[in-house]
């Protein structure tokens, strides 16, 4: 493809590179999912749930089906379908059954429902730092962050990446601790040939309008332990009307809510999941070339896949460096997205700078569950905690989610030129923003 990139930057009054409106959210819905929708419509029921001990309890039969794909797929015992990969944390964290004050050791570069799932059953969210090269959770790190309260470890596989699951593994099962993987991101990675997913004993997947796979919202939390999913089912579904009838002795955390998915989003769910690795497929095919393009330029590092992992690309994260390309992030983003690309500065704020944490309050005005934290020493939320998650976010991270269909592999190389473009009329740029 011949493109013309000597042409005055579109930040400057130049024509925009890229004539094509921006792609902000992935759109693989079809006619397989209209279809899917109108059988339910027809069918007139629109959830299959009821909070009754009997065979609804369980849901529709769309419910059943996607929880079925999901074992079967995923080789794991159990799958409890809910309406977003929040009440699946939700879910997991309740069937931890914590004590108020028991603490979970997460990250804090994700999205915030990670560790509001632990605030959410009383727990206390404990931040370790993570790797430079995958954005996810440091070992080392966890390992300094585990004390007598802690009783699990919430691990994030970040942007498509699997975290350091066998190591975390490890480090879970040698200090008796629960692994959960929030695998919203990386549906169908894996991680020494397993799936994300399924090395923690509790994975999270999420299908809101902006994942992969998508039913404009939904989740579903899989399990092989039977304790897990029999907590997690009654939290789904008013646990606390059917535990008499069901013969539960063990009552804790069995109080629930309604986290149940409906037969259209099961329906769409179920299409989409059968994409799902043609659509992971199409991401590799388009960041491997968006990668070797991008090799070439120093300072701008694309995304690394450690061996033995898959990288399923939810969002391309580059590392930026300004001190090599001699030219601040700020205006690099701000240049390219004049041109017309998809890029953003930056991820998200690491979560313990949020207010939440930063004021301690959750439920209440007294600072609940902060204010039960059992542990000797201060919840350590202050700037600096985590410096590698803080000089990614504030320094480096550059992020796009340029490679999706129905973007082309020429979409890539345009992309590419616009970062040549960028770079090369930098002294130029610097002088107009500066002004
Ligand atoms: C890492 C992570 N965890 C949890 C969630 C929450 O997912 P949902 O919107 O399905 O509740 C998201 C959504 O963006 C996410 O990216």
Known sequence: MLIKTDTELAILGGPKLNKKEPLRWNNSLGKEERDAVLEVM?????????????????????????EASFKKAFNVKYAVAVNSATSALHCAMMSLGLDIGDEVITSPYTMSATSTSILM???????????????CLDPQSVRKSINNNTKAICAVNILGHPANLNE????????????????????????????TGTVGDIGVFSFNRHKVMQSGEGGVMVTSNNKI???????????????????????????????????????????QFKKLETLNDERIMLANRLSSNLGSFDGITP????????????????????NVTKLPRKYFVEAML???????EGYLKPTYLEPLYQKQICFGKKGFPFSEAKRDSKLEYSKGLCPVTERVQDNSMVLTAVMQSPQTLDDMDLWTEGVKKVLSKKEKLIKHMKK
């Open 168 to 195: 975390l593994r490890k480090i879970a099962d040698d200090n008796n601790l629960i692994l959960i993987e929030d695998n919203s991101q990386s549906p169908g990675a894996t991680h020494y040939g397993k799936f």
């Open 229 to 271: 999913y029999e907590k997690a089912s009654l939290f789904r579904n008013h646990g606390e009307a059917v535990v008499e009838e069901f013969g539960i002795n063990d009552i804790t955390n069995t109080i629930g809510l309604n986290l149940r998915m409906t037969e259209l989003e099961a329906a769409i769910a179920n299409e």
């Open 303 to 322: 995304p690394v896949t450690l061996p033995n992992n898959k990288h399923v690309y939810y969002m391309y994260g580059i590392k930026y460096d300004e």
């Open 121 to 135: 059953v009383g727990g206390i969210p404990i931040f370790a730092d993570i790797e430079e090269e995958t954005f």
């Open 338 to 344: 004049a041109e017309g690309f998809s890029i953003r």
């Open 42 to 66: 027809d069918s007139g029921t629109l959830s299959g749930f009821q909070a009754s001990p009997n065979e609804m309890f369980w849901g529709g039969k769309n419910v059943k089906k996607l």
